[in-house]
């Protein structure tokens, strides 16, 4: 039998960090005693790469992570390449995510299938998102924003001022 599983890897790309995340995050911390939050370049999502700098994503998880209570042996890395490669580079046993309706099903089904083929020894771990955050997605939050409409229910309270920032600097110039 293979040994227990002691670290876990909560990757994602994070543009932005969402209370839905830090929620999944927290329980993966329930579950395991270390977790790494891994977020992932992720350069060419959607064709358009993302809206926040990966620095800027790496920043703003560990301020929500703070703000929101986590114990402070979370981790929050970021990484390019393959998710199992950063996996094993840590040392991590598995991958935590959370499922927030069937859509999300069949996506977290096929990333667990392919990382399951390209390294057997991780196991991937799936966490019922809570009921409060099941429609709470980075895009939807960018979409609010980008309109600018408040999403302080929806995202930490830093997260929250950098999107207004972000999309104040946006429309500045159309304005002018
Ligand atoms: O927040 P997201 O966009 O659903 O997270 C997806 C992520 C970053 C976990 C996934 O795209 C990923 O693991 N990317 C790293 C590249 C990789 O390992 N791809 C093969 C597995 S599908």
């Known amino acids: 039998m293979s040994s227990t599983i002691t670290h876990v890897v909560v990757p994602g790309t994070f543009d932005p960090v969402t209370l839905g995340h830090v929620d999944v995050i927290r329980r993966a911390r329930r579950l395991f005693p270390r977790v790494t939050v891994a977020v992932a370049s992720s350069a060419n999502k959607n064709g358009c790469g993302t809206a926040f700098s990966l620095a800027d994503r790496v920043e703003m998880i560990r ?77 939807i939050v960018r979409e609010i924003a980008s309109m600018g409409s408040d999403v302080s229910i929806l995202v930490p309270a830093n997260v929250n001022a950098r999107l207004r920032a972000h999309y104040a600097a946006e429309d500045g110039p159309e304005r002018a």
């Open 63 to 139: 301020e929500a992570l703070a703000l929101e209570g986590l114990p402070d042996d979370v981790g929050v890395e970021s990484f390019s390449g393959l998710l199992v490669d950063f996996c094993h580079e840590l040392g991590a046993g598995g991958v935590v995510k959370g499922l927030r309706a069937m859509t999300d099903f069949e996506y977290e089904l096929q990333q667990a299938d392919l990382n399951s083929h390209m390294a057997p020894d991780l196991e991937s771990v799936f966490v019922m998102s809570s009921p409060t955050y099941g429609y709470v997605s980075s895009s």
